[in-house]
């Protein structure tokens, strides 16, 4: 039976939960600095948001989201990105929920929130590493596919699908840049959606 996935405010005992999520080994192999994230969570920059993700009445995850600078984008090589893009970062901090649908319900439903509150938003966008199969499944069963790679430290795809008359979305991955490497940086502009 498919869970009902809702998306809560980040109240103060979300922060509690989150720093137990981000050193969970499924979740810390992707996180490696849980300090900063945590710090962005209780302190998010200038148009960050953030929410937990619900799962029949627990909470099982984290959203975090917020506009990416021009700068940003270009000091990744992003030039073709739009300005006004919104970047993405999730992750469910209870193992026994992984895999089982609630990040690409999540996903939906936070898509569907922000295109909502801003029309304009040019594209919607979210990163993983190459190496987090799990992720890109869930993001496929979002909706998203490859489009392209770039390489601010390693090797990042886009993916994508066409949709002409609603919107097409895409991913990107990263494929370390270091045989030892297991995991990605988070900061990069990543998975993306583009609003038409």
Do not use: C
């Amino acid at each position: 039976m498919a869970s009902v996935v809702t998306l809560l405010p980040f109240g103060e005992g979300a922060v509690a939960l989150l720093s137990r999520w981000l050193v969970a080994p499924h979740v810390a192999r992707w996180y490696p600095e849980p300090q900063e994230h945590l710090e962005w969570a209780v302190n998010p920059p200038t148009g960050g948001e953030r929410a937990v993700i619900a799962a029949d009445g627990a909470q099982v995850g984290y959203l975090r989201w917020q506009v990416v600078s021009r700068e940003v984008l270009d000091s990744v090589g992003l030039h073709d990105i739009p300005s006004n893009s919104v970047d993405i970062d999730i992750l469910i901090g209870k193992e026994k929920s992984v895999g089982r649908g609630i990040g690409p319900l999540a996903l939906q439903k936070l898509v569907a929130h922000l295109q909502q509150v801003n029309p304009a938003i040019g594209l919607l966008g979210l990163t993983t590493s190459i190496h987090n199969h799990a992720a890109q499944r869930a993001y496929r069963k979002a909706g998203f596919s490859i489009l392209r790679q770039y390489d601010p430290a390693g090797l990042w795809s886009f993916l994508s699908h066409g949709q002409e008359s609603r919107a097409r979305q895409s991913i990107v991955t990263q494929v370390a840049s270091y045989a030892d490497r297991r995991y990605a940086p988070r900061d990069a502009f990543g998975v993306s959606q583009t609003v038409t």
